[in-house]
């Protein structure tokens, strides 16, 4: 059979070196830590998140958000647009207000595991259902009475899934949302909770990794607009014990997206005097 020269040959059989990596990392979660080996990680400690604002040049305002578990989430944001339906506003206050459009799509190499197939059934209506409270999370955070019969854009892009995905997500589409100048009350900070059996008391663990997601017994997405101290959408559902249970998961919450809002906000101060000296350069 003759060889094609155009293409580099690579060696008859090899192995993805992400395939070791998810084995170790399995190993180190079974032993209760997140690959230290040192035993179960703080309930209450926050994982580094690093937030950048205004990357995207195509887009009126973009956001980009990185836990240290892996999660990568990037955000774009267009508008205010003139609404494709006359009338078609939606906003808590009246129909006169504009219209908020969320989009969530998780990238064909976002997971390392097993995963829908790509464009299936299966995979559309989880991205369907993210959207939509997405969406939830972040209406509550425009002014959408100052956009009368207008269209507000959010694209969320999930490149990799480490966990707390949907809680980034809310992050950055809100840094997106304010880097196009859109006005709003304050921005929406996203924090994940998770409920793990195999913990020695039981306690809820703020950002979980994959791996605690994949065990948890309950789960919980909490948005809050730390400015206002006002709730924007509380997602999750599972065996989270007793109603004493659930509001120390509302309480840890609570209190991880107060800790996370002064890196959202100087993220945006950075990019906002990044602007200002391209402009006057």
Do not use: I
């Not at 395939?19 to 179960?40: F, I, M, Q, T, V």
């Not at 799509?105 to 993210?130: K, L, T, V």
């Not at 909490?222 to 120390?248: K, M």
């Amino acid at each position: 059979m003759p060889l094609d020269h155009r293409r580099l040959q690579g060696p008859d059989a090899s192995q993805p070196p992400a395939l070791w990596a998810a084995e170790e990392d399995e190993e180190g979660a079974g032993e209760g830590g997140e690959g230290e080996g040192s035993g179960p990680r703080d309930p209450c400690a926050l994982r580094p998140l690093f937030a950048r604002a205004g990357l995207l040049s195509q887009a009126e305002g973009s956001a980009y958000v990185e836990l240290s578990s892996g999660t990568k989430v990037l955000c774009a944001a267009w508008g205010p647009r003139e609404a494709a339906e006359p009338g078609g506003g939606t906003t808590g206050g009246g129909g006169g207000g504009g219209r908020l459009v969320c989009e969530f799509r998780r990238a064909p190499f976002s997971s390392r595991g097993a995963r829908p197939r790509p464009g299936g059934a299966a995979e559309r209506e989880a991205e369907r259902e993210a959207a939509a409270a997405l969406r939830e999370a972040l209406e509550p955070a425009v002014r959408l009475a100052r956009y009368p019969r207008a269209r507000l854009a959010v694209s969320a892009l999930l490149l990799q899934d480490g966990g707390s995905a949907l809680a980034a997500a809310v992050s950055a589409a809100s840094l997106a949302l304010a880097d196009a100048g859109v006005e709003m009350y304050d921005l929406a900070v996203g924090c994940a909770l998770c409920r793990d059996p195999g913990h020695p008391s039981g306690a809820w663990l703020l950002q979980p990794g994959e791996a605690e997601e994949r065990r948890a017994a309950a789960r919980l997405t909490l948005a809050l607009l730390p400015a206002l101290n006002q709730v924007s959408a509380v997602l999750g559902g599972g065996r989270g014990g007793d109603p004493e249970s659930w509001g120390q998961a509302l309480r840890l919450g609570l209190d991880g997206c107060h800790r996370l809002y002064p890196v959202l906000r100087q993220s945006l101060l950075r990019a906002v005097r990044r602007r200002d000296a391209a402009h006057s350069a």
